[in-house]
């Protein structure tokens, strides 16, 4: 499964929230060396209770807006875990 996700790095704490048909990641973690990569990793392994090697980053590495593949997980699981939408 991929989703959207917008995040935005050195908040105040580690959220997730929808945003329109994604997800917005706010994370304290800074956008350097990877260190914003790993912070929605664990964040997204935390709320969805799956292992961080079941999420991937397939797209936007550097970049703010993100593609992740989530494996082990249907999208009506993966809605049941997460902030319910607004």
Same mark, same amino acid.
């Given at each position: 499964?991929?989703?959207?996700?917008?995040?935005?790095? %050195?908040?105040?704490?580690? /959220?997730?929230?929808?945003? #329109?048909? #994604?997800?917005? *990641? %706010?994370? /304290?973690?800074?956008?350097?060396?990877?260190? *914003?990569?790993?912070?929605?990793? *664990?964040?997204?392994?935390? &709320?969805?209770?799956?292992?961080? %090697?079941?999420?991937?980053?397939?797209?936007?590495?550097?970049?703010? &807006?993100?593609?992740?593949?989530?494996? &082990?997980?249907?999208? *009506?699981?993966?809605? &049941?875990?997460?902030?319910?939408?607004?």
């Amino acid at each position: 499964m991929l989703i959207s996700i917008r995040v935005v790095p %050195r908040s105040g704490k580690n /959220t997730l929230e929808w945003e #329109g048909e #994604g997800l917005k *990641a %706010r994370l /304290t973690a800074p956008p350097v060396e990877g260190a *914003a990569n790993q912070a929605l990793i *664990a964040l997204l392994s935390s &709320q969805l209770s799956i292992p961080k %090697r079941a999420i991937t980053i397939v797209r936007g590495i550097t970049g703010r &807006q993100k593609v992740v593949a989530i494996e &082990q997980l249907t999208p *009506a699981e993966m809605e &049941q875990k997460l902030p319910k939408k607004e």
